[in-house]
């Protein structure tokens, strides 16, 4: 009955830590984040590195926001 828990790593180049959230490869695509090449489907990624993909996403939406 033991499943076996996989851990994913982040998908960031360079980044080793623990994944916290996965998001959508297209939306990070739209980030400034740059992913490992074997990162396929959804990109995981961790703690600090979802805060700063958040935090991109966030600033462009004011910036368009600012369009109007
Ligand atoms: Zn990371």
Redesign the pocket.
């Known amino acids: 009955m033991a499943a076996e828990i996989k851990k994913e790593t982040?998908?960031?180049a360079g980044?080793s830590?623990e994944?916290e959230r996965s998001i959508s490869l297209k939306q990070v695509k739209e980030s400034k984040l740059s992913l490992k090449p074997e990162c396929a489907r959804a990109a995981h990624?961790?703690k600090?590195?979802y805060r700063e993909y958040k935090k991109e996403t966030k600033k462009d939406r004011k910036l368009n926001n600012l369009g109007y």
Do not use: P, Q
């Open positions: 982040c998908d960031v980044c830590k994944a990624l961790c600090d590195h």
